[in-house]
């Protein structure tokens, strides 16, 4: 950073005479120096000052999933009354009391502190996803803590939500905002996100690769070398710092082998087609509820302690539908539980998640879909095995464990929108290739029958739904930022409404600008003449009376300033005509400038090449000639 | 001639589409009808106590009636309300058992209302469904 000088570091406030405050002071000093120094280093050109940030993120963010992981746990224990070494979601003896009045409680609590919030903070909460497409990795770091807060404390009253979309909003948000201070470019502040959200699910499920995929399928939008590096090694640091931190275990562990023949791998493509209908189903679900609360007219406010409510009613029979369902996916996998039990619960979960994400609770659908596609692949297994036994197609038994991950990866990876990530998390979890093989028929199905189908994934649903132009994390941002008002020409000349050709050829001679644009005695645009036009031979016979009115083009096509260069371009190709004049307003239609379409045409294809090499973290497509 | 006096006077594009309309419009109720059947399949058999499991009919086929129920209650059709007649009755019996033999049970008064709060809950969203006035009926000229 050219320019930037280092502030005499500040000595702590307090007393000097005790050894902690001096270490303290010490360990400050330490701190703002290497801040210093990482910051006067030009990180542009650094990779190794780049890799240095992403290991930090990641050891940062790891601390902070545990210690979020620590509090709803510790919110959890004190509301619902469970043992300390326990998991809400595994169920059990809860009070029933308690099952009804935490989660209404803590929507009514958390919906006014939501709605104040909203007033303070007004526009919609940037995650990482829209950030890396829309905005080049900027992230609000207020907005990405309040969010944080409000999934732990929603969480913690046990709302059918996962508290992943929190950890990657925390992670992304905290690592925008180092690079952002850094100065770091565009194309490295978007893979410092990626690298935030990699920390959050590595630490969050103790899976490295997941995290590292996770950021690559949904917050980079692609796979590059370039990125290759940070983003593995913010999500190796976060998993090391839980693994050996603090001891955390992952979600949930496995042991057990899976037998799978040749016969499986049919069922489960068909597994992976039945998932994507539970996947579309849960998502459309979401938005059913949402516009039912807007029907009934329900305030925003209120809307959580209704959902809570609704949770609280279906927990009472299924408390396993509560908090993220961590604990409750551990028990599908470890115990046979009854057919009617798994039936219900696929059920009680998809309603309870989508009429918590529906009523407002903030949080995803990550873990959630995790836990319903667990449930489903066992409730399939159950139907599957009866149907393969009446038509006698095969003696061997299904495994219930491989249907079961097969059900979960797929319905997960159809919600989400991270194939990849889904097969890697199965692999790291159980260890086993035959599982993760398995895994990968139905992911791989269920991702393609959804975007077939549906198109999109849970969070592009969303942006699809709030009316944002983004179909994933491909970054589309500086096509928004080049518009009409920043491409356009200045220097054009100006002429009246009613000048003769003759006028305009003493005005303006051959040779001289290419194009007068006319405007009228309000000073309004009224299209422009082209100078070859006006200095046509044929119109030689009546010179004096002709007017320059009748050569006018494009007196109904104009371009606006906030027009982006793809608006610009539909405009040049709808008009058919090669310059297009730049208005302040359709009423007003003061002219401001003009644009060519060669212009238009030659940035577009600059900022394209650009983009393309960024992604790539080439500085250019080409090498030398 | 009877043939073609028969033969609509929409083009086959509208047909279909209107086709379409009617299926979405049957299918939100038949997917919501499942969910109710496997939702109360599982409550069904979440009861522990052998008394609370003494039913009428075997446990699949109550889930399956009370969802079929709901469906049909739930179908944008003037005979809908016949379906809606018929839910909250067995709903509330159902569910009844369901919370009182539930491990560990619920007291009668707070399972009684919540088995009402359900019995409401699905009778309401049933007419919520049938009735929706954004939505023409189905056989309507709309």
Known sequence: MVGRTLAPPEMPHAPRSTLGARLWGAVGCVLRDAYGRLSQRNLREDEIGLLAISAFVGVVVGIGVVA?????????????????????????????????????????????????????????????????????????????????????????????????????????????????????????????????????????????????????????????????????????????????????????????????????????????????????????????????????????????????????????????????????????????????????????????????????????????????????????????????????????????????????????????????????LVLELTGSLPAALSVMVGAIIASVVTRLTFGYSFATWRFHLRGVPIRGAYDVGWVRELTAGALMRRDFHTTVLGMTVAEFRAKYRLGGPKRVFVIDAEQRYRGFVLSADAHNPDLEDALGERLIDDLRQGVDAFLLPHQNIREALDSFSNAKIETLAVLSDQIERRMLGFLTEAYALRRYSQELERARAEELGERTLFGPA | MRRSAARSHYSTQVMAQGRRRRLKRVLLPLLLGIIVAAYTYGALDARTTAEDRNDILPQGVEAVLLGTVFTVASLPVGWSILGRTLIPIPTLLLYLSVFLGKNPPLPFLAAFVLALVYAGALTTLSAYLGDRPDRPRLGSRQ
């Open chain 1, 68 to 424: 979020i992981q620590w509090i709803v746990q510790l919110l959890h224990e004190l509301t619902f009354a469970i043992p300390a070494d326990r998991r809400l979601s595994v169920g059990g003896a809860l009070d029933w009391w308690r099952v009804l009045a935490v989660p209404a409680l803590g929507g009514l609590i958390v919906g006014i502190a939501a709605t104040l919030i909203r007033r303070w903070r007004e526009r919609e909460t940037v995650d990482a996803i829209e950030a890396n497409a829309l905005y080049g990795g900027k992230m609000s770091q207020i907005d990405s803590v309040n969010l944080t807060l409000l999934t732990v404390m929603f969480t913690g009253f046990g709302a059918s939500v996962g508290m992943e979309a929190g950890f990657t909003q925390l992670g992304a948000g905290f690592a925008s905002r180092l690079g952002q201070s850094l100065g770091v470019r565009r194309g490295d502040l978007r893979t410092l996100v990626g690298c935030g959200a990699a920390a959050a699910i590595a630490a969050a499920f103790n899976a490295p690769l997941a995290g590292a995929f996770y950021a690559f399928e949904l917050v980079l939008g692609s796979y590059t070398s370039a990125a290759l590096a940070p983003v593995a090694l913010a999500a190796l640091f976060a998993t090391l710092v839980v693994r050996e931190g603090f001891g955390a275990e992952s979600i949930f562990e496995l042991d057990a082998t899976v037998r799978i023949t040749g016969f499986d791998y049919v069922l489960f493509a068909a597994l992976g087609v039945a998932a994507a209908g539970v996947a579309i189903a849960t998502m459309t679900g979401v938005t059913w509820i949402e516009q039912l609360f807007r029907r009934l007219r329900v305030p925003v406010w209120l809307r959580p302690c209704l959902g809570g409510i609704a949770v609280g009613l279906i927990a009472v029979i299924f408390p396993q539908v509560l908090g993220s369902g961590h604990g409750a996916i551990q028990l599908t996998l470890e115990q046979v539980l009854p057919p009617g039990m798994l039936f219900g619960m696929v059920a009680a979960k998809g309603l309870a998640s989508a009429i918590s994400v529906g009523s407002g609770f903030r949080g995803g659908l990550f873990s959630s879909s995790l836990l319903l596609g667990s449930l489903f692949g066992g409730a399939a297994v159950v139907l599957l095995q009866s149907m393969v036994s009446a038509l006698g197609l095969t003696g061997v038994p299904l495994d219930p464990t491989a249907y079961m991950l097969v059900g979960t990866s797929s319905v997960a990876a159809a919600v989400v929108g991270a194939p990849v990530t889904m097969i890697l």
